[in-house]
């Protein structure tokens, strides 16, 4: 069983930075892509950021330049670096994690971008 575990949110001024992490219960050496999603009240849930298992990355439009997205396979960890954090970039962060073919989600970090 596939579990991820998010943390390293919380409130930060316009302009800020936060480090988001995802744990996994298991080697994500294995896993075909991970990625970020968020959901910000009353949107549908966008993907962030996607890293493969053979480390090609892609970004939302939005966030390029200001997000990185990386991965720890030692520590079976993946991180997002959030720099410039504007207002709209408040929300419910999710990790995503491809696993033979089936997609498994946690539960969740909240950013909230405000003064």
């Known amino acids: 069983q596939v579990q991820l575990v998010e943390s390293g949110g919380g409130l930060v001024q316009p302009g800020g930075s936060l480090r988001l992490y995802c744990a996994a219960s298991?080697?994500?050496?294995?896993?075909?892509?991970m990625a970020w999603y968020r959901q910000a009240p009353g949107k549908e849930r966008e993907y962030v950021a996607i890293?493969?298992?053979?480390?090609?990355?892609y970004y939302r439009d939005s966030v390029k330049g200001r997000f990185t997205i990386s991965r720890d396979n030692g520590k079976n960890t993946v991180y997002l670096q959030m720099n410039s954090l504007r207002p709209e970039d408040t929300a419910v962060y999710y990790c995503?994690?491809?696993?033979?073919?089936?997609?498994?989600w946690g539960k969740g970090t909240l950013v909230t971008v405000s003064s």
């Open positions: 298991i080697s994500i050496f294995t896993f075909d892509a």
């Open positions: 890293i493969s298992s053979g480390s090609s990355i």
């Open positions: 995503e994690a491809n696993y033979h073919g089936m997609d498994y």
